[in-house]
């Protein structure tokens, strides 16, 4: 396709605008000449993020304004395009050209929609969960309001459902034919994108004929990109995959077909697959807060802030043994200080690295993981943390792991070793600013691909399991700890969802699965066409 340079009027100025099919790129400049050179004040947009090109009514009457009138049988046509606001977020722009020859705006019309054309990474037809009750109960009218519309300018057609119970978008993805979807769509927070995680994993491994209670199974990637509409109460896989947690910014990059690979962890118990995770799995003071927290759902939101004082107040720690395996393949490390950014060199290189381990273990060239070496920490935790993304959020905007990886084939395993309640307070307030939660003597971090734990009330359990009233009493203390007993066992926060079970044994999967996201965007990136 040959390049298209024209002068055309911009906001009644004339400006030299070009396309240049090879650069996919427009722009245009003020100019009163087609050969003119761009200044400092030329705009440009990429071809990449035009969300549509639309024909413009001339003989509307909200189409012409005064300046307009003048013009001899105008034509005109409009580029609506993504715009870079402040924070990572993206607006839709539009920038109206306007000339007075007929078959020339046609021209620009035509190769500008046949190069729209050509982007196949973009979306057609999508599958859309909309949660109606998640967060502030806003799901329905977030995305009725922000992105129906922004779907219908770029001529997407959606299947819509509105979900009504729990687990009803998992159900319906494995029930469903999901050859016609582009993609699938969950409108809600954590606990909605969850949902649709497990559908959509659950619904490959079983077309597959993967055992996913197998914890040594070889999982097989989803075909279909999830895109996240964010409408929950903290938004954190959203927020660290977009570096923001905004409506009309995730339309966009479901729109221009964006696509960002991203690590699942397995989590078993006795060989049956309990659940998957991609941000947060967490015990002792994060698993305290989610079992807490349940139990008062009727305070709303409310309940993560108090759940969170009362288990800091009660400043309970867990004795047990996490034997982990190092990730040896990964390029990078947890105190490293380089953050996972738009197009990662640490997830391409992490990638290609655990491909060759694979393959030379597939081999028989290199030792295979049972002889690899693991590393195993005992003793008494007031938090274990597995963090497979920052878990950035509004309130903690570095997360729990600034430099966690998507999609590296690897999880942060942070162990927080019993300290005093002010020490553990100080650990806790560095969530919240630039320093280094990790720089204390209680607080370990480490790269790994595989983890196994258990409590010492588990350890004890399963030796005295002849022994039925020890076991009995166990649980009963379990089950009521507000008897004169030490609390002896925690539950696991996976992404939100109590897990009751102690003993874990947790695999991740290297890029599993793939979402309508670009990751975070480095530096003051602005639009240059507003």
């Known amino acids: ?132 009750f998640g967060g502030k109960g806003q799901g329905r009218r977030i995305y009725d309001k922000k992105v129906a519309p922004l779907f219908a300018l770029a001529a997407i057609t959606t299947d819509i459902i509105v979900t009504e119970r729990a687990n009803h978008a998992k159900e319906h993805l494995y029930e469903t034919n999901l050859e016609k979807y582009d993609g699938v769509v969950c409108v809600g927070g954590d606990g909605m994108f969850s949902e649709v995680l497990h559908g959509l994993v659950g ?11 197998q914890p040594r199974a070889t999982l097989v990637p989803s075909p279909l990109r999830i895109g996240i509409i964010p409408a929950g109460s903290t938004d954190c896989v959203c927020y660290s995959t977009v570096g923001t947690n905004d409506a009309e910014t995730s339309a966009l990059h479901i729109i221009v077909g964006d696509s960002l690979p991203l690590d699942v962890s ?21 698993g305290d807060i989610i079992r807490d927290s349940e139990k008062k759902r009727w305070m709303g939101l409310a309940r993560y802030d108090f759940s969170g004082l009362k288990t800091f107040l009660s400043h309970h720690s867990y004795e047990g043994t996490v034997s982990f395996l190092p990730a040896q393949h990964t390029v990078g490390s947890p105190r490293d200080q380089k ?65 966690a990886h998507l999609g590296d084939g690897s999880s942060d395993l942070i162990l927080i070793r019993k300290c005093s309640r002010f020490n553990f307070l100080r650990f806790l307030v560095r969530h919240t600013n630039q320093y280094d939660q990790f720089d204390f003597g209680f607080v370990e ?49 996976c992404d939100g969802e109590v897990l009751s079970t102690s003993a ?8 599993l699965i793939q979402l309508f996201a670009r990751g975070i965007e480095d530096g003051p990136k602005q639009a240059s066409h507003g």
């Open 1 to 132: 396709m040959e390049p298209l340079r024209s002068v055309l009027w911009v906001k009644a100025q004339s400006c030299a605008v070009s396309l240049e099919p090879a650069r996919a790129l427009l722009r245009w400049w003020r100019s009163q000449g087609p050969a003119g050179v761009p200044g400092a004040d030329a705009c440009s947009v990429p071809i990449s993020e035009i969300i549509a090109v639309e024909e413009v009514d001339v003989n509307s009457k909200h189409s012409l304004g005064g300046k307009w009138q003048k013009m001899e049988k105008p034509h005109a046509f409009t580029v609506h395009c993504v715009k870079r606001a402040r924070r990572h977020r993206w607006k839709r722009s539009q920038v109206t050209f306007w000339c007075t020859d007929e078959p020339l705006c046609s021209l620009w019309l035509q190769t500008l929609r046949e190069l729209l054309a050509k982007l196949t990474c973009r979306p057609n037809h999508l599958l859309v969960f909309i949660n109606p």
């Open 339 to 403: 953050p996972c950014r738009s197009g990662c060199f640490i997830c391409r290189q992490s990638r290609q690295q655990l491909e060759e381990e694979q393959k030379k273990s597939l081999y028989g060239l290199e030792n295979s993981e049972e002889v690899e070496e693991w590393k195993v920490a005992c003793g008494k935790f007031l938090a274990i943390n597995a963090t497979n993304m920052s878990c950035a959020c509004p309130r903690s905007p570095r997360g729990l792991s600034p430099a």
């Open 504 to 511: 874990l044994e947790v695999r991740v999967h290297c890029q």
């Open 266 to 286: 397995s989590i078993h118990h006795r060989s049956s697959l309990l659940r998957y995770s991609v941000s947060l799995l967490g015990y002792g003071f994060y």
């Open 445 to 493: 971090v480490y790269r790994v691909k595989k983890f196994h734990f258990t409590s010492k009330h588990q350890e004890e359990e399963d030796s005295d399991l002849r022994e039925g009233g020890k076991k009995r009493f166990g649980q009963l203390c379990r089950d009521h700890p507000a008897c004169c007993c030490p609390t002896s066992s925690s539950s696991w926060n």
């Open 203 to 213: 619904k490959t491994q079983q077309n597959a004929g993967v055992d996913q209670n």
